[in-house]
């Protein structure tokens, strides 16, 4: 099986980490992952996605122009790859971040909304892991397990005692996402 996933939103909301995350859990479950990010000069506040591929398979490129999971955080980013999902694929929206939501009928479309989680949880620094909990949900590339190992892997040790916290707000996505 192979996902081909882009994830997009502002830089600061955890973007890049989500799919730096995202490939090593793969890489934990000794699948074949890509990862490739793509920003502006301003990164923080500035528009940030990242590609990444978890294949069961050896990956011939991971440059993409269409997509089979597509996860927006902002308006920008839903306008840009809404058009590029594949028809049957799916698109993960957090609702705090999108004015017109998405309106293709040929897609599942899912709508999170991973900032009021984050908010009641009192740490906006889990808003990604809430989202990435709700792909895992509805796409599970990867296994909870999987996950757990590869935060050990890219935190630094000084964070370790976060890994609970970021576990539970991957559990409360599972919990939040709910099909449009």
């Not at 306008?79 to 040929?106: C, E, H, M, W």
Request: proline residues 6%.
């Amino acid at each position: 099986m192979k996902h081909e996933i882009i994830i997009a939103g502002f830089g600061g909301q955890g973007v890049l980490s989500m799919g730096k995350i995202l490939a090593y859990s793969g890489l934990m479950e000794d699948k074949e992952v890509t990862w490739m990010p793509a920003y502006g000069p301003e990164q923080r506040g500035g528009t940030a996605n990242v590609t990444v591929i978890v294949s069961d398979s050896r990956i011939s490129s991971p440059v993409l122009s269409k997509y089979d999971v597509a996860i927006v955080l902002n308006q920008p980013s839903l306008d840009k790859f809404q058009p590029r999902v594949k028809p049957g694929g799916i698109l993960i929206y957090d609702g705090n971040g999108i004015a017109s939501p998405p309106t293709r009928t040929d897609i599942k479309v899912y709508r999170m909304d991973a900032m009021d989680k984050a908010a009641e949880m009192r740490n906006a620094k889990v808003f990604n892991m809430i989202v990435l909990g709700g792909l895992l949900k509805v796409c599970p590339v990867v296994s909870t397990e999987g996950l757990n190992m590869a935060l050990f892997k890219t935190l630094p040790e000084r964070y370790h005692n976060l890994i609970p916290l970021n576990m539970e707000a991957v559990e409360q996505g599972k919990q939040i996402i709910v099909e449009q």
